[in-house]
C-alpha cells in the first residue's frame, strides 16, 4: 500500500497541446516510495518529448508493460528502468520478469495474473493507495477489460475503484460497449478512464476527458 500517487498520461492517441498524440499508451503513476511507467508509447521520439513537457524524467523505478504490441512497446529505449516486468509471454521482445499469476512486484504494485485472447497474452497493474482503494492499469484489454477486472477481484481480492487504459472497444457496437461500462461499473469501479483503443463512445459515455497531457492526483 502506497500514502498517496500522481497519474499522468504521457502518450495516447488524443493530447493536450503542447503534446502530441501517438497511436499509443504511456501512462506514470509517481509514489512517494517509487516511480513506475506503464507501457512506452509507440516511439522513442514522442515519449520523450511529451515526458518532457509534463517536466518528467524518464528513469524510473519500475517499468511494466501489459502486453507486447508495438504500440505499448515502440518507446522501450527512451527509458531508464531499474526493473522491467512483462505478461508471461514467450514472445515478448524485451527481456523483462514476468510470472503466469498475480503477484506483488513492488509495495503496493500487483501485476494480474496473464490472460490470453487472439493469441495474445496481457496483463494489467493494480496500485493499492492507503486512504482510497486500488487503481487498475490496463493496456489494450485484448482479453476483455472485464475480465481483467474479475481476476483482480478472483486472485487479489480487490475491486479496484479507478479503471484507466486502453479498453478495446473501439469499433464496437454502442450495445457492446455500454454493456462492458455497465459490468465494471456493477463489479465495483467508480470511475473510469478509458483511452487510447476505447473509441469515443466509451469515453463519452463516463464523461472521461483524459488524453497525454491529463494528471490524477489520490486519494
Avoid at 182 to 192: I, N, V
Avoid at 195 to 206: F, N, P, Q
Wanted: glycine share 8%; aromatic share 10%.
Amino acid at each position: 500500500m502506497v500514502d498517496g500517487v500522481e497519474i499522468s498520461i504521457l502518450v495516447d492517441n488524443e493530447a493536450y497541446p503542447p503534446l502530441k498524440p501517438e497511436w499509443g499508451l504511456s501512462i506514470m503513476v509517481e509514489s512517494p516510495k517509487w516511480k513506475l511507467l506503464w507501457d512506452t508509447g509507440a516511439t522513442p521520439f514522442t515519449l520523450r518529448y511529451n515526458a518532457t513537457q509534463m517536466k518528467k524524467s524518464l528513469s524510473v523505478d519500475i517499468l511494466a508493460f501489459s502486453h507486447r504490441h508495438w504500440d505499448h512497446t515502440g518507446g522501450y529505449e527512451a527509458v531508464d528502468a531499474k526493473e522491467v516486468y512483462s505478461p508471461h509471454d514467450p514472445y515478448f521482445p524485451i527481456e523483462a520478469m514476468s510470472q503466469p499469476h498475480a503477484y506483488e512486484i513492488h509495495d503496493g504494485i500487483y501485476a494480474t495474473r496473464t490472460l490470453e485472447a487472439y493469441g495474445i497474452r496481457e496483463m494489467g497493474l493494480v496500485i493499492d493507495i492507503d486512504g482510497y482503494g486500488q487503481v487498475l492499469l490496463v493496456g489494450c484489454s485484448h482479453p476483455g477489460v472485464d475480465n481483467i477486472y474479475a481476476s483482480v477481484i478472483k486472485d487479489l481480492g480487490f475491486k479496484p475503484r479507478l479503471v484507466i487504459g486502453g479498453f478495446h472497444l473501439f469499433g464496437s457496437p454502442k450495445r457492446v460497449v455500454e454493456k462492458v461500462i455497465s459490468k465494471l461499473k456493477l463489479m465495483g469501479a467508480e470511475e473510469l478512464h478509458p483511452i487510447h483503443c476505447s473509441g469515443e463512445y466509451a469515453k463519452r459515455l463516463v464523461q472521461s476527458r483524459a488524453a497525454a497531457g491529463y494528471i490524477i492526483r489520490l486519494p
